[in-house]
Every structure is written in structure tokens, then in C-alpha cells.
């Protein structure tokens, strides 16, 4: 088939050229004297991303699954509670890694389309008198049912129950796209990973701790090693890493950070927004559902709902080998039920319209009954009424 696929799920998320062309580069000395002059801005500049000014910013070589076993094991013990709210696949992949660590986890089950329950979880800390409870999980953006949480809610029901537990969010495929602020908003430790938002390949597990995260590596009693904070601590003070990195992929981080703090975060954010809520009047015009309840809808994927007698993995087949174009499967037990289409990363107007039409496509060969043209047409109008010149 002549031209290339196009990719749009959520995550490896579409590159831009500068990014591919910064990491093509001869290999290099990780150790030379010169090297803390690429590490050192990549790691400040990472602060505002997060949005923080007090915490610290890291990035190892491994992925956004890592990220949450840094989190939990340079923090916590072996017994210690967690709270965790499950409402899609990754909270559930979670909540998993941290009952095999051996955390006590106190899961409360959402259900699927839904984001985590501000008054429940107010209302389990304060009953927590004890406080037993030593960090809450936070998912902000469930990637497998398109569904974003209110981390700003979550800090506020913390802070009214008076509870000092540290707050650990899981931003994988929010970082970079979506509104966050970690400062503001009281996080401890913020998860993310580099091919999402930060729109390079996987590979990167990026990641911002507080000051108070930070003074809990003393007393964690977890084993650890590769994923030990102090070692890259000790060795990024100075520019280094404890061991090697893959400097290609520190070049591409550095020429994404210029792209998304050239633009700037709020634009970022913004944008996101924009291509999200076009692709979502396309499913309304298509006669379709979203998998996200209102409110909890997420501005980097759309998990949509096909109708009870159709399969998405039809759909999502149709559209691969007929239409050479990528779109997210169902996971766990939305499985067959929904499709995703991510809109996040390197896209724009355009890049969603070519998605939604291949999607129409698909659907109508499918069998699944909508208007030709109703969701492309929708999606125009709104990007035609809220474009900036």
C-alpha cells in the first residue's frame, strides 16, 4: 500500500521530525566533561513540565511501569497501606505491582467510564484516623477507557480529611498534554514516560518527586538497586548518571522539551483540548458513545462504545488492513467493546481529520450504521470555529 500507516493511539504517540533527527547522532561519551551540559538543562526544564519549582526532576532508562516501582519502592515498606481506586487497566496494573511488592492495598472498584470518587475517598481518609494509610494512587488519565480524574479534587478531599499520606499520580499519558500542576496541586511523586506526551519512543521513565517524597528514601525498606533514587541523586548533582543512558533518547528529550515550552504549557494543554473535543462531536454526530462518563472525559484518547452486536477488534482490524491506520484496541474487560482513538502528542486539525474520516470508513464496512461524512463534517465545523490564525 502506497503511503505509511497512520498512527493514532494513545501511545507510542507520533514524533515530530525534530525530535527523530535529534536523536540521530553519532554515539558519544556519557562520561565526558561536556555531557552535564546536556543532562543538567534537561532536568530543570523537566520542572516545567510538571510544574513544580521545589521537587526534583529524574529520568531513567526504562519505561512508565518502572516509574511506578521507583515510586513505591524509594518510599515505602514492605506492609505499608495504599489506597488505590480501580477503574480501567492501568490503575488495575497498579494496583497489581504493588500487592506483588507486598504493599497492603486497599482497592475500591469504579466502575469502568468513571475517574476516582472525591467524596468516597474524603470520606475513607478521615475514617482513617490511624493513619494507616501511606500513600494514595492516583491514575489522572486512564488511557484503557479514555477517563481523566480531578487530581486537583483529590488533593482538596486530602487536605479536608487532614490526611498526610503521600500522593503518587500516575500521568503516563497526561504529562505534557494535559493540565498539571504538581506543585499546586500537592503531589509527591508524579509517573510519566516518554512516549506519550513527550512524543518520542519508549524507552524513558520521566519523573518528579517531592521534597517530601524525597525525605522518605531514608526509612524506605524496600530492596532496591537500578531503580534507587539516591544513586541517580548522588550522580545528577553533578550532571551524570549512576549508570548508562541512552543518549540518543536524551536528545530527543531535549529538542521535545524545546518544542513543548516553546509553544508553551497552557497551549499545549489547549491544543489537546481542541483536537479532543472535535474527535468527540464526531462520535456524537456518528450516532456513537463514549466509554468516559460526562465529566470524566479525556483530552488525549476517546474510547468509543460500538454498538452491542458489533466487535471493535472488527473495527479495528477493517481499519489496519484496508485503511493503514492504527487505532487502540479494548483492554481487560472492555475488550471488543470500545476502539480508542488518541489524540495526543504531534497532531493537529488535520492529523484528526484523517483519523475520523478512516474511522467512518471502517465503521460503515463494519456494518455499523452512520452517516458517511457526519463526524468529519462535525469535527470541520468545530476545528473551522476555534482555530487561531
Not at 63 to 69: K, N, R, S, V
Not at 124 to 149: P, Q, Y
Not at 271 to 297: D, I, N, S
Request: proline share 5%; hydrophobic share 40%; aromatic share 8%.
Amino acid at each position: 500500500m502506497a503511503g505509511r500507516n497512520h498512527l493514532y493511539i494513545p501511545g507510542p504517540t507520533n514524533s515530530p521530525h525534530e525530535v527523530l533527527s535529534a536523536m540521530h547522532l553519532p554515539m558519544e561519551d556519557h562520561r565526558a566533561p561536556t555531557f552535564p551540559l546536556l543532562l543538567k538543562p534537561i532536568l530543570e526544564d523537566l520542572k516545567k513540565v510538571f510544574r513544580t519549582e521545589t521537587g526534583q526532576a529524574f529520568v531513567f532508562p526504562a519505561t512508565g511501569t518502572a516509574g511506578w516501582e521507583i515510586a513505591l519502592t524509594n518510599t515505602l515498606s514492605p506492609g505499608d497501606k495504599v489506597l488505590i481506586y480501580r477503574f480501567g487497566q492501568f490503575s488495575h496494573l497498579w494496583m497489581n505491582m504493588a500487592q506483588r511488592l507486598g504493599l497492603d492495598v486497599e482497592m475500591h472498584e469504579v466502575q469502568w467510564g468513571k475517574g476516582i470518587p472525591l467524596d468516597d475517598m474524603e470520606a475513607r481518609l478521615k475514617e482513617d484516623t490511624a493513619h494507616e494509610i501511606k500513600a494514595v494512587l492516583a491514575t489522572h488519565n486512564e488511557t484503557a477507557t479514555g477517563v481523566t480524574s480531578d487530581i486537583s479534587g483529590v488533593r482538596k478531599a486530602m487536605d479536608a480529611a487532614k490526611h498526610p499520606a503521600l500522593l503518587f499520580v500516575d500521568g503516563v499519558s497526561s504529562i505534557a498534554s494535559l493540565d498539571y500542576r504538581m506543585d499546586e496541586w500537592g503531589i509527591d511523586a508524579s509517573i510519566s514516560g516518554s512516549q506519550k506526551g513527550f512524543m518520542l519512543p519508549a524507552g524513558l521513565a520521566i519523573l518528579a518527586f517531592s521534597q517530601k517524597a524525597l525525605a522518605c528514601l531514608d526509612s524506605a525498606k524496600f530492596p532496591r538497586c537500578f531503580l534507587d533514587l539516591k544513586d541517580q541523586m548522588n550522580s545528577n548533582k553533578d550532571g551524570y548518571t549512576p549508570y548508562t543512558p541512552s543518549t540518543p533518547m536524551l536528545h530527543g528529550l531535549r529538542a521535545s522539551l524545546d518544542i513543548l515550552l516553546e509553544e508553551g504549557m497552557e497551549n499545549v494543554y489547549a491544543r489537546h483540548h481542541r483536537l479532543a473535543e472535535g474527535t468527540r462531536r464526531a462520535v456524537t454526530a456518528w450516532g456513537l458513545k463514549l466509554c468516559a462518563q460526562p465529566g470524566f472525559e479525556s483530552d488525549t484518547v476517546s474510547a468509543i462504545v460500538v454498538p452491542e452486536d458489533k466487535d471493535a477488534r472488527d473495527v479495528i482490524a477493517k481499519a489496519f488492513n484496508k485503511y493503514d491506520i492504527s487505532l487502540g484496541g479494548g483492554l481487560s474487560e472492555v475488550m471488543g467493546k470500545v476502539f480508542r482513538i488518541g489524540h495526543i502528542g504531534d497532531m493537529n486539525d488535520v492529523s484528526m481529520l484523517g483519523a475520523i474520516a478512516g474511522v467512518e470508513m471502517a465503521l460503515l464496512d463494519c456494518g455499523i450504521d452512520i452517516v458517511p461524512g457526519s463526524g468529519v463534517a462535525a469535527a470541520i465545523e468545530y476545528y473551522r470555529a476555534t482555530v487561531t490564525a
